[in-house]
């Protein structure tokens, strides 16, 4: 299908956009009006720039407040619009979007509209252009797209017919199945667009929370299906208004919308995406920093045996059970340790790879030696590392390029339950998006955690089994000043207190709970007072719902990275959310 952006999705100039939109890949644009009357270039020059370019021009929107005026008011939106048609056609525009009036109606009535629609069509006729009509979700009166195809219905014009826009149908929660009752030639444009779950007046929403498909909760591959089944064969063009989209990169931004379109072009029509089930698990985790010895002492004291040294690279190598820790030293000049790399184990890793690429995830380059695995590596949009590596059972095939450590013993750590990661507030979307189209991850609702400092918003993508979760935090800008939010591995086991018995009496000193959190517990669960003494000495928290319970610990903080032990019971599926505030706060009283 033909691919197409709104130039309002985008930030910097028109003409900015449009290269940006031609990098990216797309076939066309809409030509937001606001975007041109700001642009010093000529309609000829734009033109000339978009043919270079290879790009389209799709749409000219939008034209508002044009029917269910009073006749009066009616003969300047005919003036209104004619000079817009002399303008499109300088611009070759063949199609202008022509929104319901929120502005100027005064009259409630659809063949009112229709025979307003119906005479603006005449005059675009005229000038050998069309109108597409769109319902806004807060049009004064119409704000339905069955009400809108009604209108046209009555309009019974060849120059006047539909466009839908997903935000609009989805976040009134309307029916999108009806689209399948109107002729798809009828359907002159389609604008996509996703968007989070809220609750608010639905003018903000669409203006500002505004995203590409597969960022949200709405469901555009249904939504396009229906679309699809009337014989609609416009492009799928991206709409979305979005506050952090118009200061960020807009190349960048660019090839995220055009990765969205990707993704949803796969679910709904051809299957051109390499097929891959979700991850079987987490393979390793990277720990990189000139010197990560403060992690390697951790990882000591929470169980791990030292598995040896790498072959050819500065790195060494941790292991419990299936959970394994690389320490990396290579290449890491003034880095104090973060977390660099994850890697996961995916049924059929060159299969994902090409998934990965074709979603134009970008390629990372790791030196590898003969004997030793190469594992096809891509940078996740928050700059971490991602691995795809074949599902193991127990060592991974790469274990034995680590030599000169000890025979692991019985482990008490079960593997890696989840990783936490740091998102830029920039990358965030973006990294939702990668993390499900190109793993296969699930995204699940979104929450606010407060910190001394801010709100964390915290999401998890994860994998329907569990097996494989992340969860992409938004710090608050304070976090940046402190050094920046750490980013922390999650263990488990089935046993939690000898994991941190065993830890403490090692030397680890667990991140301090206050007391007033244990009478809290006390108060919420029913729990006595030596049980939750030796929780408090442990520095374990627990939460509980109505499947299960949840008990776990944290380590101190070493440069960006810290570690958490966690034992899961009965159906318990959460992190411990109630906890991560007072985590937080005690993380703040404790600068690194
Ligand atoms: O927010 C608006 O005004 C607006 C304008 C044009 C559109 O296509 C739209 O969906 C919304
Ligand atoms: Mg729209």
Known sequence: MRTSIAT?????????????????????????????????????????????????????????????????????????????FALMQRLGIDTMLVCSNVGTATVDDDEVSASQLRRLGDAAAAAGVRLAYEALAWGRYVDDYRRSWRIVELADHDAVGLCLDSFHILSRGHDPAEIEEIPGSKIFFLQLADAPALTMDVLSW????????????????????????????????????????????????????????????????????????????????????????????????????????????????????????????????????????????????????????????????????????????????????????????????????????????????????????????????EAVLFYSSVLGLTPAASQEIAAPNGLVRSQVVRSASGSCRLALNVAPLAWDQAGGFPQHVAFSTDDVAAVARRAVDRGLVPLAIPTNYYDDLMARFDLSSSEVEAMAELGLLHDRDATGDFTHFYTATVGGVFFEVVQRRGGYDGYGAPNAGVRLAAQHRRPR
Request: glycine share 8%.
């Open 8 to 84: 309002v999705c985008l930030s910097g100039t028109l003409t900015d956009k449009l290269h940006a939109a031609a990098d990216a890949g797309f076939d066309g644009v809409e030509v937001f009006e606001p975007d041109l009357i700001a642009s010093p270039s000529s309609p000829e020059e734009i033109v000339a720039l978009a043919a270079r370019l290879g790009l389209s021009l799709d749409l000219y929107q939008p034209f508002r407040d044009a029917e269910g005026v009073s006749e009066e008011e009616f003969v300047r939106v005919l003036h209104r619009a004619r000079s817009k």
């Open 206 to 429: 669409s203006r500002h929370h505004r995203l590409f498909p597969g960022e949200g909760a709405f469901d555009l591959g249904a939504f396009v299906g229906h679309v699809l089944r009337t014989g609609y064969d416009g492009p799928l063009s991206l709409e979305v208004f979005n506050d952090v989209f118009r200061q960020t990169d807009v190349v960048r931004t660019a090839r995220q919308a055009r990765r969205s379109l990707t993704w949803l072009e796969d679910l709904v029509e051809t299957r051109r995406l390499p097929a891959v089930a979700e991850p079987a698990g987490f393979d390793f985790v990277e720990v990189r920093a000139e010197d990560t010895g403060e992690a390697d002492v951790l990882l000591g004291q929470l169980g791990f045996t030292f598995r040896g040294r790498h072959r050819s690279k500065d790195a060494r190598l941790w292991t419990e059970g299936p959970a394994r820790v690389v320490c990396n030293e290579q290449h890491a000049r003034n880095q104090s340790p973060s977390l660099a790399a994850v890697g996961f184990e995916v049924a059929d890793p060159a299969v994902s790879a090409a998934r990965a690429r074709a979603l134009q995830a970008p390629t990372v380059y790791r030196r590898t030696l003969a004997n030793e695995q190469e594992l096809p590596a891509f940078r996740a949009p928050d700059g971490t590392e991602v691995f795809l590596g074949p599902v193991s059972s127990g060592d991974a095939a790469w274990v034995p390029e680590f030599d000169g450590g000890q025979e692991p013993t019985p482990p008490l750590l079960t593997g890696i339950d989840h990783v936490n990661l740091a998102e830029p507030w920039q990358c965030f979307d």
